[in-house]
């Protein structure tokens, strides 16, 4: 098993490094076709990272971060649940930076663009199907949430769009 990843998305994006874990049998293979495909990040940047990871820096900002982010999306879904009342389900998150409001009832299609139309970045979870379409619903973002008023206006907003 191969896991990847990127510290542009978690630290920031100017960054522009990537990692990639490997099973240790796999390492040399994998150094080998890096340094024949790979001009990569310049040393100091890479010395950099890796002092920031050992000294304990990165796992101090993820521990933060997760803290922040679900006091986000507790905020978005306590303000959605008040203003939708019965006719949305939101799933909580087991990670990640989305909600899942699934409608009790109509198209998520229509729904998702209404929003869009109204400055909202919602995606129609219908979207996302690969096989037999199941209950419509939106993904939410989180992240920008601020706080509790700024999470009651976005709801309301979302309430008016169900309401048609």
């Keep these: 098993m191969l896991y990847c990843g990127t510290f542009s998305?978690?630290?920031?994006?100017?960054?522009r490094l990537a990692y990639l874990v490997v099973p240790p049998a796999l390492v040399e293979r994998f150094e080998a076709d890096a340094a024949t495909f790979g001009a990569g990040q310049p040393l100091l940047t890479q010395a950099i990272v890796r002092d920031f990871l050992q000294e304990g820096h990165f796992v101090r900002h993820i521990q933060r971060m997760r803290r922040l982010y679900a006091e986000r999306s507790a905020l978005l879904r306590a303000a959605l649940l008040d203003a939708a009342g019965g006719r949305l389900d939101i799933d909580p998150p087991p990670g990640g930076m989305h909600l899942l409001a699934r409608l009790a009832q109509g198209e998520d299609?229509?729904?998702?663009?209404?929003?869009?139309?109204?400055?909202?970045?919602v995606q129609p979870l219908s979207s996302w199907y690969a096989g037999p379409r199941a209950r419509a619903g939106l993904l939410l973002g989180f992240a920008n949430v601020a706080d509790p008023g700024q999470a009651a206006v976005l709801a309301a907003r979302l309430a008016a769009a169900l309401d048609g």
């Design 9 to 15: 998305k978690v630290m920031f994006p100017a960054l």
């Design 109 to 121: 299609r229509a729904l998702a663009a209404r929003l869009r139309a109204g400055g909202l970045a």
